[in-house]
């Protein structure tokens, strides 16, 4: 497989070959993560866990880590995509989920909200290049983010139902923000992914691309809409949008922690996980 690396410059975002002059992010040995900043000290955070990106307590703790690394460097943008042109981000390891004891799932989640209090809570503006499917996790993660560029042809939504545990609270009021009480009732209850195009027509995503390097494009276009704004102003808006969620967030992490340990360890949701898994295979035999 060829490693693409992206370039950003004041004028766009380029696809190249070469990493001449992009500079690696030193602070932090990633297995999982690429992390690029450009001379705009805009930062390309591309997960890299193949083959789907599949969230374990790894990938999520490296990713809480490049957080903190990009406040203290005052990063002044974030792009989160995917190495994949097929995936980016298949949501929490289900194997992380299933059979496994509660300290492990407890971790996995908590590290999830980690994530979010400082993805979501982030002072400099961030954007999530979609570049392939993004189920249950994959749409919270993009969700986290202020701006959605999703490329066309791919699936994304809340499926947790599908696999017998619901979403939990925050993530309802998040989606619900985002596009709505009716829809995302709708959605939720039925774990229902839209299409790329079906999710901008509800607001789930931003704008759509036909490939990954348009994706690119649209997402350096979004981070300069800011670059005339001064980044005090633009952060106290962006705070005190966020406030309530944020707060909720912190100051409950441990009590949603337990919650959704309790609920994922009951006996039905580990049998209809177990279903899910199986149906998952079955799929991929079929197709082969
Ligand atoms: C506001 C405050 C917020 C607070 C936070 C709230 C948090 C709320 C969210 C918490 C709940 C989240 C739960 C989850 O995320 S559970 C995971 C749900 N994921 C899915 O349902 C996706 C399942 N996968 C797929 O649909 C497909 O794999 C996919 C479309 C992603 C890719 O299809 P493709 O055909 O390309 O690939 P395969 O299906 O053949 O898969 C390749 C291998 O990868 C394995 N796989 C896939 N997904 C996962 C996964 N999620 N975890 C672990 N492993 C996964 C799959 O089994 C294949 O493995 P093998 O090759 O070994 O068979």
Redesign the pocket.
Known sequence: MSSYVYKTTRRGVLLAKTVSYQVRLCSGNFRHLEVLKDENNVAIVTMKRA??N??NTELLTEISSVLTDLEETKCSGMILTSFSD??FC??????E?FKSKPSAIGTS?ST??EV?IKL?GSTFPTVAAITG?A????C?LGLFCEYRIMVQNF?IGL??D??GFN??S??V??MINTIGHRNAELALTSGRLFTTSQALQVGLVDEIAKDRTEAFEKADGFLRRFEMIPPLARNFTKQSMRRA?LQD?TINREK?TEG?VSMISLHEVQQSIAA??DN??N??RN?H
């Open positions: 083959p789907v599949s969230l097929k995936v298949s949501g929490l390891d289900i194997y989920i989640f999830l909200l979010f979501y499917h189920p249950a996790g994959g919270v699936k499926n947790e599908q696999l979403a939990p925050p993530i009021k998040l969620l967030v949603y959704f899910y898994l998952l295979k799929k991929k197709a």
